[in-house]
């Protein structure tokens, strides 16, 4: 499978929990795109990194959520002290950056439940 | 500020029918593109197609025929002879020229009742 993979598929936790969910985008893909979704709402901007540095964050992204793509492949975002309201499909999509071409490749999604 | 509109929460149709999503767009980028996305029940976003704001030429892909109008900021998209594995929901996109993010729509539910 060649595709973005997104782990794990679904998680539940409890208010006030730290959680953490994987990405790993198409191999020779250089961009790499967090989103969140939730229900009858189109997707919505959390940030991007371009190989490994982290180029733009959304003012959704508060102080809790943090995200890193250490060696530019793989990538992980972490909310520290879940909220309900954080309860979201989150979202990872590549891209190969070439201006004229470029789409994004989304995976299927973390769908994060915070009771 | 960068805006997708999709007016169409839920549409309905009867296998066989003709269908068109439609998609209203704004921007100050003087080169932008547009896309279209599918999100079936399994919930992973497929890319249907990309339009550079430069070509406004109509395009079609068997079933699939998109219209984008500069003129109206309006880039829809319409199935013929929909299917039962039409049933999705289409997000309309946009990606301007100064930043890097992609501005989606609140999507169309489309149902094909066979």
């Known amino acids: 499978d060649t595709g973005v993979s997104q782990d794990p598929r679904h998680k539940i936790t409890k208010r006030g929990q730290n959680v953490t969910f994987r990405c790993d985008p198409i191999?020779?893909?250089?961009?790499l795109y967090w989103y969140r979704q939730t229900l009858g709402q189109g997707p919505e901007f959390l940030t991007y990194?371009?190989?490994?540095?982290?180029?733009?964050k959304s003012r959704l992204l508060s102080d809790r959520f943090s995200a890193e793509r250490p060696k530019g492949s793989f990538s992980t975002l972490e909310i520290q002290r879940t909220e309900q309201g954080d309860s979201a499909m989150y979202l990872c999509?590549?891209?190969?950056?070439?201006?004229?071409?470029?789409?994004?490749?989304f995976g299927s999604g973390t769908q994060l439940s915070v009771l | 500020a960068q805006k997708v509109t999709q007016a169409q929460t839920e549409i309905s149709v009867v296998e066989k029918e003709d269908v068109t999503l439609d998609c209203v767009y704004e921007?100050?980028?003087?080169?932008?593109?547009l896309f279209w996305y599918k999100q079936p029940p399994s919930g992973e976003l497929v890319f249907l197609i990309r339009?550079?704001?430069?070509?406004?030429q109509n395009e079609i892909s068997g079933r699939y025929s998109w219209n984008f109008q500069k003129s109206t900021s309006s880039f829809n998209f319409t199935i013929t002879a929909s299917q039962v594995v039409d049933s999705a929901v289409y997000f309309c996109?946009?990606?301007?020229?100064?930043?890097?993010?992609?501005?989606f729509g609140t999507g169309t539910s489309l149902t094909v009742i066979p």
């Open positions: 191999s020779e893909h250089n961009r």
């Open positions: 339009r550079n704001s430069f070509d406004e």
């Open positions: 999509a590549s891209s190969f950056i070439d201006r004229f071409n470029e789409k994004l490749f």
């Open positions: 921007t100050r980028d003087t080169t932008y593109y």
């Open positions: 990194f371009q190989n490994e540095a982290q180029l733009e």
């Open positions: 996109a946009l990606s301007g020229n100064t930043g890097n993010q992609f501005y």
